[in-house]
């Protein structure tokens, strides 16, 4: 079956669904969803069937999800939905990178976490010191064989594309995981899909709070994205806590959120808050719906 792409998007273009009240008519706009859904899948073919093909489900779950959330603040739905799928493809292709690199390799949490933490605090230390000397030490130290080691160092750097990371606990995640915690990669839709583009927008709207808000926000943001900020990056963006950065690069232990409060004079509560409020605003930046 041949795919018209153009068919499609004029389809997707001329759709009344987001005419509708999804309340008060209710059956007309299921109906009009459901062939949204269908316009989008075939669309996502006729731009490439072989390489989209197989991922029918996973096209059904982010075109229903887009449906779910677009608003007309948003901009043009086609653009919006190739946003999300642009990201839920990338994480697809991650974990199959993930899955086949690293197949077989069973390892704890611990040891993710003490290999990804050793190295980099070694490589603080001592720059010059070689990978295979520094695998064969944490090897000995750690009892367990050298090779996975070598694995686990792989696991802890691979980077899968721009705007993704593989974690310490060697799981694929956007830089908004590290911002709010817990955020889903379906719930990620947005359309500034670069590192540098959000730290940007983290810093301008870093820029627009009180004086008296930056110390706190600036430490708690860097708390949270310190491992994934360069040493160039770190210089270039004034949210940027040289305080926290430098415990992190020396030390490797980061302040908890209770002693940031102590810090400053606060309870906890008030930190969360100032830190909820910081990103509902980020949020409207980039116009992200899924930070809580």
Known sequence: MQY?????ERQIKESRLFELD?????TAFKREAY??????????????KQKYEEYG??????ATLCINNFRRDKGDFLHYFNAAWK???????GNQTHIERFHGLKVTEEEKRAVSKYIRLATNIDAGISDETLYLKLAAAMEIPV????????????????DTYVNEAGEIRIIWDQL??????EASIYEKETIKEILFAINQVFQGLQQRQKPIISDMITIKLCDQLSETQSSQYSFVSKEIMDAWTTTG???TQREIAKKYGRDEASISRSVKDFLNKLRKEVRLDGIK
Do not use: F, W
């Open 4 to 8: 018209d792409k153009k068919k499609y």
């Open 87 to 93: 990201l839920e493809y990338q994480h697809i292709m």
């Open 147 to 162: 090779e996975k080691v070598r694995k686990l160092a792989q696991m802890a750097i691979v980077q899968i594309s721009s």
């Open 253 to 255: 232990v980061l302040p």
């Open 22 to 26: 999804r309340e008060t008519q209710y």
């Open 180 to 185: 709010a915690g817990n955020i889903s990669a």
């Open 57 to 62: 489900c996973e096209i059904t779950k982010i």
């Open 35 to 48: 062939k949204m859904v269908e316009y989008l899948y075939c669309y996502l073919l006729a731009v490439n």
